[in-house]
Structure formats: C-alpha cells, structure tokens
C-alpha cells in the first residue's frame, strides 16, 4: 500500500514503532481494515482517545483514494459523529467509501463498527486530489 517515503505513517506506515500499522483492503468498492486498539491509545478507561477514533476514520477515507484512484488526497473538511464509546481491547472495523467527486473534490464516508455491527463513530470528509511530485 504505502511507498517507501510513507512507512512512517502514524496510522498505516510498518515503520513507525508507535504507529496503528493499520492494514486495509479495498473489496467491492468498500475499503476495510480490523483492529484491536491498545490500553495506549485510550482516553477513558476502557475507551479509545476520540483523536485515535479520528485518525482512523480519516486514515480509512485516505487510503481508499489511494487503493481505487492511485492518487494521493489532502483532507479538506472531516466531520465525525460519535454514536458510542470506541473501545480498547476489542476488535473494531473500520470501512470507508466515496459518495461523489466533482473535479479533484472527492466526498467520503467511514464508519467504526463492533462485531456484533454497532456504529460506534462515523465521518463524512471532503479530499481533494493532490500532486506531491
């Protein structure tokens, strides 16, 4: 997925030693990852820090573009909606698709979910495509 330049991503990159190392797969136009959070990466007890819960909902938006378009995207506008506490220690799945693009603008989505298919966050976002050459 990444290229060497990106390993050191704090969500995806194999490199980063305190990084999520998240690991997606894009099936059906629908990327999707799974993935047990730490006790490191709570706020509450018991609960994901709400900025780990972001970072994986963006991550998810981000790599999609990236699997389906080849492209690389910048955040432009990131709306989370939390439904229920993210929690640590239990498996979670993170999926993300787009809804429309307009030019270089693509709208998307991601979702949290619980084994047993409860939503615990979701975000609506606003990436535009971008040339890092």
């Known amino acids: ?11 995806c990159g194999k ?4 990084g999520l190392h998240l690991e997606f797969e894009l099936t059906d136009d629908i990327l999707t990852a799974k ?7 709570q706020g509450y007890e018991n609960v994901a820090h709400g900025g780990i819960v972001t970072t994986l909902l963006d991550e998810a938006m981000c790599c999609y573009i990236k699997e389906k378009f080849d492209e690389r995207a910048m955040t432009g506008r990131l709306n989370i909606r939390y439904h229920l506490p993210t929690p640590v220690g239990q ?6 698709g787009t809804e429309s693009q307009r030019l270089n603008i693509l709208t998307m989505n991601s979702k949290i979910t619980l084994p047993d298919g409860t939503v615990t966050a979701e975000a ?10």
């Open 1 to 11: 997925m990444a290229d060497s330049g990106d390993n050191y991503c704090f969500a």
């Open 15 to 18: 490199e980063n030693p305190i």
């Open 35 to 41: 993935k047990i959070l730490a006790r490191e990466y």
């Open 91 to 96: 498996e979670l799945t993170i999926t993300a």
């Open 124 to 133: 609506s976002a606003k990436f535009a495509l971008v040339s890092l050459k």
